[in-house]
């Protein structure tokens, strides 16, 4: 299987360890966070790797061309113009495409879920895509039924709501963990360009196609999107420091 790590992001919430790097390239425990990211990936088995670029490309170009996790590495440049998720996978799709699903995993997400779980879960229930989901607090969540289908989305500071499916009103508030896995299937279903999120458009598709959610109960999940998560994560790697 092959895997997108999305570390194109400005990294703002980062600030100031992003004045002068990329979100990727921050340390935590004395590695890049993108040394982390792919090195779970291969340790759960993904056979290859593209990664998104865009804020400080250059210095990811340069790690990678002196960093070997054993496995191809590829670049998906975002230079000129920053896609967000949607965008990235779609601007990825030749590097993506092919007969497997693939992951998507972002950049600043550490957690102890075990990858190869719900890649089995994927492969069993064959959905277009599978999106890792927590019960954690947030003020957005995605809602799925007792199938675990995504039925739409929610935002409880506002009462915003997206509707995809009728069961909405009997189903379950998530929060989506930054980690998916997604059918090639979905390629030809993709009409936006340039810049827009993948949620909204898994919103959109899961009014006509199975998008399921893999409950995850491990005991560790956190963004790394602020100084003092890295903190955080350190301790978690480090129990006995």
């Known amino acids: 299987m092959k895997a997108i790590v999305f570390a194109a992001g400005l990294g703002t919430r980062l600030q100031p360890l992003t004045n002068d790097k990329p979100k990727a390239m921050v340390k935590l425990n004395g590695k890049p966070l993108l040394f982390h990211a792919i090195t779970r990936l291969v340790q759960a088995g993904i056979t290859e790797v593209i990664v998104n670029v865009h804020h400080f490309a250059g210095q990811i170009y340069d790690y990678l061309r002196v960093t070997d996790f054993g496995i191809p590495v590829h670049i998906s440049d975002e230079s000129d113009v920053l896609l967000d998720t949607g965008g990235g996978i779609k601007k990825a799709e030749n590097l993506l495409k092919g007969n497997a699903p693939f992951m998507a995993y972002n950049v600043d997400v550490l957690s102890s879920i075990p990858l190869k779980a719900v890649m089995e879960f994927h492969q069993k229930h064959q959905p277009l895509a599978t999106l890792v989901v927590r019960k954690r607090e947030t ?66 598709l899961a009014k006509k196609h199975k998008i399921m959610g893999y409950y995850d109960t491990s005991d560790f999940w956190i963004d790394l999107g602020k100084p003092g998560q890295i903190d955080v994560a350190e301790k978690w790697l480090n129990p006995s420091s």
């Not at 809602?143 to 500071?157: C, I």
């Not at 090639?184 to 009409?191: C, Q, V």
């Open 139 to 204: 003020s957005r969540y995605l809602m799925f039924d007792p199938a675990m289908q995504l039925t739409g989305w929610t935002n409880v500071s506002t009462g915003d709501q997206k509707i995809s499916r009728a069961a909405f009103d009997v189903s379950t508030p998530f929060a989506f963990s930054g980690i998916h896995i997604i059918s090639p299937e979905i390629f030809p279903l993709i009409t936006q360009q340039g810049k827009f999120s993948i949620v909204p458009l898994y919103l959109e």
